[in-house]
């Protein structure tokens, strides 16, 4: 497997002489005896193990089995994977790395969980599962021993430690020792979770869940040696059809937006000094490290006779916009860049080579998990059970039903989100709300059907709706137009059904939208 860990880092370690992942557990025996006190209960082998493959800011238009794809995308192991079993086409996972990874943990929406709020795993551990994670946290504290039975965390948080993305990462080694990665970290991340899975094979009577969050493919967009220069002789992007402003149907911080200015001499895109055509073909040159583990971490699972009992999921934290909009970033209510490839592979169960379009969020998947290993949630999820989904997803029963996403910066949970309306109503000042150095709002956002609505949690401000399947782009913002008035508020009524559904008290603070006719 290679030299993992960098030497010298632990008198306990010692590379050379043992396996990577064995000497890991060997340290923790060593130097954590609590974390492994209580052994948790056995279950029934009937139960699945759950493998959640979580990337970052992978947007759909990096997997080639996706019609967004540029046509010189190329992901053979996750086409594979998508061959084999479920695609979504409208994945709402998250807005954002750090909500988006607090509503996988709390199984909440953003507006509800707040840092107190238990993570689901460590009920999994109560009920027999053996937990464990490998990667990019990003949300709250670890919590490692009360959540995971094994875990190799990269703290994000830690000063220096945000931008090491790819190179010269450490990883938290079950709350104890913190180690050094010698490898590029997308590779590291994938030989640890195939370690992980040769030693819970030597377990077949316990189930497990494991959470793999590679840290790739945000900035800075670092590929593997072995894939630099991949694209560069690839024909230029498509570029998208607003990628210049002005775009005068749209809110207020949107008009004008523009990070992608064209070069005076030649109108193309640029992105910093290089263009954006060379950012995005970078982008997707780091993709190639992630497919490579994907098909190794499948291989390990037939290998080890897992596969037949092992739900995968793939999927990333949320998407990210590549010019459209006039956006470089994920955030924003918008499909381009909110859709996260979603794909589910459970031999005999998931019928193979299927889609849905249905639309999902994040938080149903962690209801799902739930559903598929038949253990009762200890708190009131957000999510829907997509069981039914899953395994006939031929179902018309799902074609109408809504789905809720949402954004509120850095305000978590009800109690907070209350004050600051109150203290805007009072003040004036709607700051808080204000989420991005590019002017984005705090957002609530509904889908049903064809239909997509946005409301912004600002003062006297647009809101949005669209018809995804005559405007598949969102270039045409219909709640400026006077005969989809009664359209738009069937919609706005319709988010605040579903957010009653979790008995929300901030509704009635809410400002309402300005009137555009």
Aim: proline residues 8%; charged residues 20%.
């Amino acid at each position: 497997m290679g030299n993992i860990w960098k030497q010298g880092t632990n008198p306990h370690f010692h590379p050379h002489t043992m396996n990577p992942f064995r000497s890991i557990l060997f340290l923790l025996f060593v130097t954590s005896p609590i974390a492994f006190a209580s052994k948790p209960l056995v279950v029934s082998p009937s139960k699945p193990n759950i493998l959640y493959i979580f990337t970052d800011d992978q947007s759909i238009r990096t997997i080639s089995c996706y019609s967004e794809a540029q046509p010189w995308i190329q992901t053979p192991n996750i086409d594979a994977l998508a061959e084999k079993g479920l695609r979504f086409r409208y994945s709402y996972t998250g807005a954002k790395c750090v909500p988006s990874r607090g509503n996988a943990l709390t199984g909440m929406l953003q507006y509800r969980y707040d840092r107190e709020t238990p993570y689901w795993p460590s009920h999994f551990r109560s009920q027999g599962y053996y937990t464990g994670m490998i990667g990019k946290w990003h949300w709250n504290v670890p919590r490692y021993k009360e959540t995971w039975d094994w875990s190799a965390v990269w703290e994000h948080h830690l000063p220096g430690n945000g931008k090491n993305y790819y190179w010269d990462q450490s990883l938290r080694i079950n709350g104890e020792a913190l180690l050094p990665l010698e490898q590029y970290s997308t590779d590291a991340y994938t030989d640890l979770t195939i370690e992980f899975l040769k030693e819970r094979a030597a377990e077949p009577d316990q189930p497990w869940y494991f959470w793999l969050c590679y840290g790739a493919v945000h900035g800075p967009y670092t590929p593997a040696d072995r894939h630099i220069g991949k694209l560069e002789d690839a024909p230029e992007m498509t570029y998208p059809k607003d990628i210049f402003p002005p775009r005068p149907d749209k809110p207020e911080h949107m008009v004008n937006l523009s990070t992608n200015p064209p070069h005076p001499e030649t109108g193309i895109p640029m992105k910093g000094d290089g263009t954006l055509d060379d950012a995005v073909k970078m982008y997707h040159e780091a993709v190639m490290a992630i497919d490579e583990g994907v098909g190794r971490i499948m291989k390990a699972l037939e290998a080890n006779g897992q596969l037949e009992n092992t739900v995968v999921v793939f999927t990333s934290d949320q998407g990210y916009a590549w010019g459209q909009h006039g956006f470089n970033l994920k955030i924003a209510p918008y499909d381009a860049n909110l859709l996260a490839p979603l794909i589910v592979h459970w031999p005999g169960k998931v019928p193979v080579n299927t889609r849905s379009s249905v639309p999902v969020n994040g938080v149903d998947l962690i209801r799902t998990f739930h559903s598929l290993a038949a253990i009762k949630p200890a708190a009131n999820l957000d999510g829907r059970d997509l069981t039914e989904l899953f395994l006939h997803p031929e179902s018309r029963s799902w074609d109408d039903r809504p789905v809720l996403q949402t954004y509120t910066g850095n305000i978590y949970g009800e109690t907070q989100m209350i004050e600051e309306l109150k203290q805007a109503h009072k003040t004036g000042n709607w700051s808080k709300f204000n989420t991005h150095k590019t002017g984005i709002k705090a957002w609530l956002m509904v889908r049903q059907g064809k239909y997509k609505y946005i409301r912004y949690i600002y003062k006297d401000y647009l809101d949005e709706l669209y018809d995804l399947e005559a405007d598949p782009e969102e270039l045409h913002n219909l709640a400026v137009r006077s005969e989809y008035h009664d359209t738009k508020l069937e919609m706005r009524a319709l988010l605040s059904k579903e957010l009653k559904k979790n008995r929300v008290k901030f509704l009635p603070l809410l400002p309402e939208p300005i009137q555009p006719y």
